[in-house]
């Protein structure tokens, strides 16, 4: 087959690749995160570092050892209204330990020793800018991983749909039905699956990146849910991804997944935390 004839047929299943891909599509929140504007970000507005709303009397969170997180990131709730599952008021924050890793712990992800995620029902009298600069006194060994350009990053929420992660493997499993109906024969290493994947890459990659609530995840380098015990953290709660005022690790991605059912009863007690990088 000529290279013309390649591309022809190839785009061509693509495009029948495409539609069963639509299918797939869930709601997400998007979070434009390239909004620096610092003199009017609230305490109480949705960002990434910064100052946190801390109720009145409570404490900045730490792990076992006493050590102090870094505040990492807070979506004001009342932005993602529209989202199904996910609460509607109040404060959710992330929080991380400021050291090499960032708290990320490869033998279990849900330890708590390493980062905190909380979650204030509602908005209550908080302390002040003064206030918590006084309390803030984060662990920082070498945070060096986490590098944001301009502190603190507002974050814009927007309502939209995004497919299914377009993973190699998914994009496989759509390219054999297709070629099955179309009656043509399936080989992994040819040109024409080779194209197909090209296609792929230019059109779709920007689909599962980006910073955002809900939605498929992006990896740089694999899955780390595939694991049995560990598919029960199905809902991606919150990503951040590298871009713009945000730089973690080498171009990497940092995401925090729960339980579903836990979710809808804002529970977040357990977690599952985990970033990347390439």
């Known amino acids: 087959?000529?290279?013309?004839?390649?591309?022809?047929?190839?785009?061509?299943?693509?495009?029948?690749?495409?539609?069963?891909?639509?299918?797939?599509?869930?709601?997400?929140?998007?979070?434009?995160?390239?909004?620096?504007?610092s003199k009017e970000i609230k305490i109480t507005d949705s960002k990434i570092e910064g100052i946190p709303y801390i109720p009145k009397g409570r404490k900045i969170p730490k792990n076992s050892k006493g050590q102090q997180f870094m505040f990492l990131?807070?979506?004001?709730?009342?932005?993602?209204?529209?989202?199904?599952?996910f609460p509607q008021e109040g404060?959710?924050?992330?929080?991380?330990?400021?050291?090499d890793l960032l708290g990320l712990d490869f033998d279990d992800y849900t330890n708590r020793d390493g980062f905190d995620v909380i979650y204030y029902e509602k908005i209550e009298d908080y302390c002040s800018e003064a206030e918590f600069k006084r309390m803030y006194n984060p662990y920082r060994e070498?945070?060096?991983?986490?590098?944001?350009?301009?502190?603190?990053?507002?974050?814009?929420?927007?309502?939209?749909?995004q497919k299914e992660?377009?993973?190699?493997?998914?994009l496989e499993k759509l390219y054999e039905e297709v070629l099955k109906e179309e009656n043509l024969?399936?080989?992994?290493?040819?040109?024409?699956?080779?194209?197909?994947?090209?296609?792929?890459?230019?059109?779709?990659?920007e689909e599962i990146?980006?910073?955002?609530?809900?939605?498929?995840?992006?990896?740089t380098q694999f899955e780390p849910r595939d694991e049995e015990q560990l598919k029960e953290y199905d809902t991606l709660l919150f990503q951040i991804d590298s871009g713009g005022e945000i730089m973690i690790g080498d171009c990497g991605v940092?995401?925090?997944?729960?339980?579903?059912?836990?979710?809808?009863?804002?529970d977040f007690s357990d977690v599952f935390y985990n970033w990347d990088c390439y």
């Open 1 to 37: 087959m000529e290279e013309k004839e390649i591309k022809i047929l190839a785009k061509d299943i693509f495009n029948k690749i495409e539609k069963k891909y639509q299918e797939t599509a869930k709601e997400m929140i998007v979070a434009d995160a390239s909004v620096n504007a």
């Open 73 to 85: 990131a807070q979506i004001n709730c009342e932005e993602l209204k529209g989202l199904e599952d």
């Open 185 to 205: 024969k399936f080989e992994e290493d040819n040109e024409l699956y080779e194209e197909v994947e090209r296609i792929y890459e230019d059109e779709f990659y």
């Open 254 to 266: 940092m995401n925090f997944f729960i339980n579903r059912e836990k979710l809808k009863n804002k």
């Open 209 to 219: 990146v980006g910073t955002k609530c809900n939605g498929f995840p992006y990896f």
């Open 165 to 170: 992660s377009f993973n190699y493997e998914f």
């Open 91 to 99: 404060i959710l924050q992330f929080w991380i330990l400021g050291e």
């Open 142 to 161: 070498n945070s060096g991983n986490l590098e944001i350009a301009n502190k603190p990053c507002k974050m814009n929420f927007s309502l939209e749909k």
